[in-house]
């Protein structure tokens, strides 16, 4: 019997692929050690991880949040089996009720960190931090990797309600409509004003005045050097790099939006 999926991710043309099916089960296959067929991702304990909430791939790992919000990975380079393990943070606690989870899909083997966000608000980053992704100075010292989520600096007050990512860059939506980011600015990716550095503490997003902060924004995605942002009256606003007409501008008008463009 075929599997019906709701939703499919990969990391690239060449890489796995995994997607949820309609029975909440989290499914991989194109690897070479589990082959083409699609097969179940199991727990630590070789049971079928049940009710999935979401899921995210990188060229070498498979990320399964199950019904509690707990993260399953899968070594898609070690293990020829379907087993993964649960993902634990600094202080050995599972951590959970996450509710979505992001890689930088565009970043190389050297830049791939994953976001993630919980039901309460908080947000976890793991990975290797070049720009100081990580949102934590410490990271800096033990060689800007990190194995294991870490909360990010600036953020515990945010009450974030959606995150996004870029190839260097990350954004966090809070309840109160405005945007935070961190990260690397190259082509303006955090949209803080120019010049602004890289930096490890989140700051607000600034609005088309490049002075006042962007507002009423319900949603956000992230592309490889930027993000756009969707309004509540629909509106879409971006800011970043415009190097191949990505925020629908003419080409030459700038290659850089320091702030929030229409």
Same mark, same amino acid.
């Given at each position: 019997?075929?599997?019906?999926?709701?939703?499919?991710?990969?990391?690239?043309?060449?890489?796995?692929?995994?997607?949820?099916?309609?029975?909440?089960?989290?499914?991989?296959?194109?690897?070479?050690?589990?082959?083409?067929?699609?097969?179940?991702?199991?727990?630590?304990?070789?049971?079928?991880?049940?009710?999935?909430?979401?899921?995210?791939?990188?060229?070498?790992?498979?990320?399964?949040?199950?019904?509690?919000?707990?993260?399953?990975?899968?070594?898609?380079?070690?293990?020829?089996?379907?087993?993964?393990?649960?993902?634990?943070?600094?202080?050995?606690?599972?951590?959970?009720?996450?509710?979505?989870?992001?890689?930088?899909?565009?970043?190389?083997?050297?830049?791939?960190?994953?976001?993630?966000?919980?039901?309460?608000?908080?947000?976890?980053?793991?990975?290797?931090?070049?720009?100081?992704?990580?949102?934590?100075?410490?990271?800096?010292?033990?060689?800007?990797?990190?194995?294991?989520?870490?909360?990010?600096?600036?953020?515990?007050?945010?009450?974030?309600?959606?995150?996004?990512?870029?190839?260097?860059? #990350?954004?966090?939506?809070?309840?109160? +409509?405005?945007?935070?980011? &961190? %990260?690397? *600015? @190259?082509? /303006?990716? !955090?949209? =803080?004003?120019?010049?602004?550095?890289?930096?490890?503490?989140?700051?607000?997003?600034?609005?088309?005045?490049?002075?006042?902060?962007?507002?009423?924004?319900?949603?956000?995605?992230?592309?490889?050097?930027? #993000?756009?942002?969707?309004?509540?009256? +629909?509106?879409?606003?971006? &800011? %970043?790099? *415009? @190097?191949? /007409?990505? !925020?629908? =501008?003419?080409?030459?008008?700038?290659?850089?939006?320091?702030?929030?463009?229409?």
């Amino acid at each position: 019997n075929y599997a019906k999926f709701i939703k499919i991710v990969s990391a690239d043309a060449t890489a796995a692929i995994m997607g949820i099916t309609d029975d909440k089960r989290a499914m991989v296959w194109n690897t070479s050690k589990l082959g083409l067929t699609p097969v179940v991702i199991k727990d630590e304990n070789n049971n079928q991880i049940n009710n999935v909430q979401d899921i995210a791939i990188t060229t070498n790992k498979a990320y399964i949040v199950d019904g509690d919000g707990i993260i399953h990975v899968l070594d898609l380079t070690q293990f020829s089996s379907s087993t993964s393990k649960v993902i634990k943070d600094y202080k050995g606690n599972t951590v959970k009720n996450v509710i979505k989870i992001v890689p930088n899909l565009e970043g190389n083997y050297e830049y791939q960190f994953v976001l993630a966000l919980t039901k309460e608000g908080k947000v976890y980053n793991w990975g290797e931090s070049p720009n100081m992704l990580i949102g934590d100075d410490a990271a800096i010292s033990y060689g800007y990797k990190y194995a294991i989520p870490v909360m990010i600096n600036g953020t515990e007050n945010l009450n974030a309600k959606d995150i996004a990512v870029g190839t260097a860059s #990350a954004f966090v939506l809070n309840s109160n +409509g405005n945007v935070y980011s &961190w %990260g690397n *600015n @190259e082509g /303006g990716a !955090l949209g =803080r004003g120019n010049p602004v550095r890289d930096g490890s503490v989140p700051g607000l997003v600034l609005g088309i005045d490049g002075i006042t902060p962007l507002s009423n924004v319900i949603a956000i995605s992230g592309f490889s050097d930027g #993000a756009i942002a969707i309004s509540k009256d +629909g509106t879409l606003k971006g &800011w %970043g790099s *415009n @190097e191949y /007409g990505t !925020l629908i =501008r003419p080409y030459a008008s700038s290659y850089a939006y320091y702030n929030a463009c229409l």
